[in-house]
């Protein structure tokens, strides 16, 4: 018989598939939102402008 305390765990065993979907969309939500505000308080106006517009078309607030 083997012993309880010699077991180690699987990786298998431990996975988790809500991890493995959320991490994904958590690192792209804040990818995304630092490259919008990055553009949005930039020193080129054709950035800052184009940021800013996209913040009026999603009805955020800017002002």
Do not use: K
């Not at 988790?16 to 939500?29: E, I």
Request: aromatic share 4%.
């Amino acid at each position: 018989m083997t012993d309880p305390t010699t077991l180690t765990h699987s990786p298998a065993a431990t996975y988790n598939p809500a991890l493995a979907v959320l991490r994904p969309l958590l690192g792209a939500a804040a990818l995304g939102l630092v490259v919008l505000y990055g553009v949005a308080f930039a020193e080129s106006p054709l950035a800052h402008n184009a940021a800013h517009d996209v913040r009026h078309i999603t009805v955020a607030p800017c002002h």
